[in-house]
């Protein structure tokens, strides 16, 4: 890398993160599996859960400091732990004209670094982060409600993994044309034409980043970190569920810019008050140029709609559809969807919502199995995977958002249709005060009204309907169908049939959606890998963009040319 440097940390920076991008900027190439950050938690050392557990107390009931960024004094507070922990922290507070005064401000220093120097601090910034991943676990824990191995993983780990494919992409599109350029025309029997011509990235300016509740590291940082890495500084605005995972993040980063000789007001937190509603007064700001969100699609769709100066990238909601044809593992298929339902207490974006099941059943490797003994198969899996509270708490989390909670009493009572198993309250072990549900699964029909109008709206959280449908054929028309006009994170298919998989990856393709196909051991439908799988596609309602390829990135910066006569 050739970067620009004044500040001697940044040269050795550079160098110290070299192989580290050359290793990411393979891997997004061969899309194999890479990652530099270990998800195991003993590799962290054998006090590095302890550590991260006394990091993350001494944070409670205390002031959340970030030096030298703009505040009025008004400290923000309010976050509930879903499992029962008092938290007790408040956050710097400031409008927004003194915090996009501060970014503006810093901008020009952090555009005239580089692409590599910008690189290489990004880098230093995921590398402190990864050393403090039992603090982030337990930070991204008790904001969202997952469990603590889920939190560990994909709040740490998985999640820098998604920042670190950021900046590889940010590189390596930043880099795409040369520095300088010569060009030289030959004009027959006259002296050529030559010119030298330089091409300059140039940022687009401030960036907003709003936080989503449930994973606010995993779905944050592909933006912050595009954004960071082509030039822009960055405003962070957390949910007010999950202020800290990103709080962290945010002074983490300032210390690294900090050290190197940067204006560390390049990242700055934007808590704010319940009901102030921040994101929509910064979202219109003539200064943010770029938006990053990932929450509702009422306000994704807001954003859209009237943020008409920045370039928004969103990940909204969508009804995730899943067609059952056969399989030659009935047992793998069902304890896969099972832990695939489970999982979060169904609180992703990824997870299946409709199961579409012909009339007719499935063909099996235990024999044909009828409709009502699938869906009564796949709620005995679900039931086995959670009969032992410690073991369902631990795959469940906690719930995080009151209108989920409301949506698992509703299907509790009946309302969204006939029960084929019916939520219970589990009780965790380790944090009596956590809100546990594990899941209902309802059985539906395509063919009725009413089931149409309850499993064709987005029912997140843990509910899921088993939609009986005319044939196989059938299926697939209705998963198109529903991509198309309710979007959708992912898809998935299970057949042995090369005609019905054939029909499968062409609605996958048409409708714009991620297909995994016949998924029966430890590769679920709801987990996509950094480096390899591409998070949403951007060519249906659910989102406008994935996590990540080069359109995520490409549009942050502009390249703009200077030519001269030789």
């Not at 824990?141 to 820098?160: D, I, L, N, V």
């Amino acid at each position: 890398m050739a970067a620009a440097v004044t500040h001697p940390l940044v040269a050795e920076l550079v160098e110290r993160h070299q192989d580290t991008l050359n290793r990411a900027l393979t891997a997004i190439t061969e899309r194999d599996y890479w990652s530099p950050y270990p998800e195991f938690p003993k590799a962290y050392g054998e006090s590095g859960a302890a550590d991260g557990k006394a990091a993350f107390d001494a944070l409670l009931g205390a002031p959340f400091t970030i030096e030298g960024q703009p505040t009025d004094g008004d400290p923000v507070g309010g976050e509930a732990s879903p499992y029962g922990v008092e938290l007790g922290i408040s956050y710097p507070h400031s409008g927004p004209d003194p915090l996009i005064a501060a970014l503006e401000a810093a901008r020009p220093g952090w555009a005239a670094a580089g692409p590599a120097a910008r690189a290489a601090l990004c880098l230093e910034i995921l590398a402190r982060i990864n050393t403090r991943s039992h603090e982030f676990a337990q930070a991204v824990m008790h904001t969202t409600g997952q469990a603590y191995g889920m939190a560990f993983q994909a709040g740490g780990p998985h999640a820098q993994d998604r920042g670190l494919e950021a900046v590889a992409y940010a590189y390596a599109e930043q880099t795409r044309l040369p520095l300088r350029a010569s060009w030289t025309k030959p004009q027959g029997k006259r002296e050529p034409l030559a010119m030298t011509k330089e091409f300059t990235v140039v940022p687009r300016g401030v960036a907003l980043l709003i936080g989503c509740n449930t994973f606010p590291t995993w779905n944050g940082y592909p933006g912050l970190f595009a954004s960071l890495a082509t030039g822009n500084p960055v405003l962070v605005k957390p949910h007010p569920r999950a202020v800290l995972p990103l709080a962290l993040t945010v002074r983490i980063a300032r210390e690294v810019l900090a050290e190197a000789g940067f204006d560390p007001n390049l990242v700055c937190l934007a808590a704010e008050h319940e009901g102030s509603a921040l994101a929509k007064v910064l979202a219109v700001r003539p200064e943010v140029k770029l938006i990053d969100y990932t929450g509702s699609t009422e306000f994704g769709d807001w954003l859209e709609e009237n943020a008409r100066q920045a370039q928004v990238y969103t990940e909204k909601a969508g009804v995730n559809t899943v067609v059952l044809d056969s399989t030659d593992d009935y047992r793998g298929m069902l304890a896969n969807l099972a832990f695939s339902l489970s999982l979060y207490s169904g609180q992703m974006c990824t997870t299946p919502q409709n199961l579409l099941i012909p009339r007719t059943g499935m063909r099996t490797d235990q024999g044909d199995k009828s409709y009502d003994e699938v869906v009564a198969d796949l709620a005995g899996a679900v039931e086995g995977l959670l009969s032992d509270d410690a073991r369902a708490a631990a795959v469940l989390g906690a719930v995080v958002n009151p209108g989920v909670l409301q949506r698992t009493v509703q299907a509790a009572a009946g309302e969204y249709g006939e029960l084929a198993l019916a939520p219970r309250v589990v009780t965790s072990p380790d944090f009596p005060a956590a809100t546990v549900r594990t899941p209902a699964l309802v059985k539906a029909d395509a063919d009725k009204p009413d089931d149409r109008a309850a499993f064709l709206a987005e029912c997140f959280g843990p509910v899921s309907f088993a939609v009986a449908v005319e044939s196989a054929e059938a299926a697939v028309e209705l998963l198109r169908r529903t991509v198309r006009e309710q979007g959708a994170m992912t898809a998935a298919g299970y057949t042995v049939d090369p005609q019905i998989e054939a029909a499968l990856v062409e609605a996958a393709l048409d409708a714009g959606v991620s297909l995994s196909l016949n998924l029966t051991g430890g590769v679920y439908a709801n987990q996509t890998a950094a480096f390899s799988d591409l998070h949403g596609t951007g060519a249906n309602p659910a989102a406008n963009s994935a996590y990540c390829d080069a359109a995520f990135v490409a549009n942050r910066f502009r390249t703009v040319e200077v030519r001269r006569h030789v």
